[in-house]
């Protein structure tokens, strides 16, 4: 009997062997459409099957093991949510949900945001269910104006992408430009100095101070400032306060690739690689050039920088290389960090090489087909590829965050057929707004 059960153990091990091999074999055959289709589908479900279910709108996080209890699954994040909009669009465009379906979840979500508190036209950075502020930290409790503008930007695709549609769409987007133009970018250069603030509060005021000031993850913010209709900045905002005056310019290299713009971080280095997603995911950097950089060139090398850092592995962390590069901001094994060349953990996020698809696509697949191929069910679940991963730790949180998930969808497309590019440069005012501040691009000539 004893005999009989080894055997029959033997048999169910080798039958799940077996069919493991196979599962592994039929994903090897996946063509790179088929591949990135199935991960923009995925990925994008974070969006639809797990957002928040009153406001329609994304997540936060979302914490899919239980390793650290979640207790804040009803927080709405806004950035992620105008990520989540872009996605959406996406999603309709690849059928991975019906046009109906889409319309329906977009009116959800901008119906929420037409009856969320705003200050001065501005979202907080958390909102609650309630459609109230959830803080973020200490005196930021209120307006967040580059968290507002990763929505805005969303608000706009939408508005172009309805313009012309049915009486339903046409009303869907009417709401969207008035969203949009609703933000007072005005109010937030603090008694109109020439630069702009990233929070305000009606309880502490100006108290946190925070001017944006480039090179980060914020040109998205003054563009959106400049090309507004209703409450736009004039172009020295933007060259005083965003380029200070130039200085904002420096010239070094990493890795052979050249870098133009001084980003803020210690020394000479690059920042975590969303500052090369966040505000292209509707600006098209395709051939974007201003007195400052040529955008396009800078965010490619930024993204080969991070390539070629991975093969040569200064700190020699586990699996990192040509199938395994990319670090930004993400999850970490201590926590949370912003991860970049010079504050390495050996943590790798999918979402820094994936994002970077338009820039690196031959670089970018590699890590794609390594994550999904190899390293499977490790990394991979309900809403795509977890947000981040240490070999060298044998850390793979089933985790994921919004903001990161989101790049990935609206990335990915804008490598493949500019979708969103496309519209977000076919509104007018965008045109006219990035002449105002001396842009160059086929999309605006």
């Given amino acids: 009997m004893k005999f009989i059960s080894i055997l029959s153990l033997f048999i169910i091990l080798s039958s ?31 969006f639809y099957e797990g957002a928040e279910p009153v406001s329609g709108l994304s997540r936060e996080r979302y ?62 950075h958390w909102m609650l269910p309630s459609g109230k502020p959830k803080p973020f930290g200490k005196n930021d409790d209120a307006g967040d104006l580059v968290e ?15 313009a012309n549609g049915s009486a339903e769409e046409k009303e869907l987007a009417k709401k969207a430009d008035e969203l949009w133009k609703g933000i007072d970018w005005n109010f937030y250069r603090q008694n109109n100095k020439n630069v702009l603030y990233w929070h ?13 000031t480039g090179y980060n993850e914020c040109l998205i913010t003054y563009v ?29 290299s990493m890795y052979g690739h050249p870098i133009k713009l001084k980003h803020n971080v210690v020394g000479q280095s690059v920042g975590p690689l969303f500052w090369a997603h966040y505000s292209y995911l509707a600006l098209n950097p395709k051939g974007l050039k201003d007195k400052y950089a040529n955008y396009w060139e800078e965010n490619k090398n930024h993204s080969l920088i991070n390539y070629d850092y991975a093969i040569a592995n200064p700190k020699k962390y586990k699996g990192y290389g040509a199938n395994s590069w990319g670090l930004t901001a993400s999850y970490s094994v201590k926590g949370y960090a912003a991860h970049m060349p010079d504050e390495d953990f050996g943590v790798i996020s999918p979402t820094a090489a994936l994002s970077s698809y338009p820039y690196t696509p031959k670089e970018s697949m590699q890590v794609i087909r390594n ?75």
Wanted: include cysteine; charge should be neutral; aromatic fraction near 14%.
């Fill in 63 to 124: 914490h899919s093991d239980n390793v650290y209890p979640q207790n804040d699954k009803d927080i709405i994040a806004t950035g992620a949510s105008g990520f989540g909009i872009m996605g959406t669009i996406v999603a309709i465009e690849r059928e991975f949900i019906t046009k109906k379906q889409g319309l329906e979840h977009l009116k959800k979500g901008l119906d929420f945001l037409a009856k969320a508190d705003r200050f001065h036209g501005a979202w907080p």
């Fill in 16 to 46: 799940c062997s077996s069919q493991r091999k196979a599962v592994v074999a039929s994903q090897k055959k996946l063509t790179d459409d088929e591949l990135l289709n199935l991960v923009q589908k995925q990925t994008y479900k974070y």
């Fill in 148 to 162: 507002t503008s990763f929505l805005a930007q969303a608000l706009i695709c939408v508005r172009q992408y309805y």
């Fill in 371 to 445: 994550l999904y191929e190899n390293m499977a069910d490790k990394v991979w679940g309900e809403f795509g590829f977890y947000d981040a991963y240490s070999e060298t730790d044998n850390w793979f949180p089933k985790r994921y965050i919004g903001i990161d998930q989101g790049p990935i969808v609206v990335m990915i497309e804008n490598g493949r057929t500019g979708l969103i590019w496309d519209l977000f440069m076919s509104a007018p005012e965008i045109k006219t707004g990035l002449k105002k501040l001396g842009f160059e691009s086929p999309k605006i000539n």
């Fill in 224 to 252: 959106l400032a400049a090309c507004s209709p209703t409450y736009g900045v004039p172009a020295e905002v933007y060259h005083e306060g965003w380029a200070k005056s130039g200085a904002m310019n420096t010239s070094f």
């Fill in 200 to 212: 305000w509060s009606p309880v502490s005021g100006w108290k946190m101070n925070f001017a944006i």
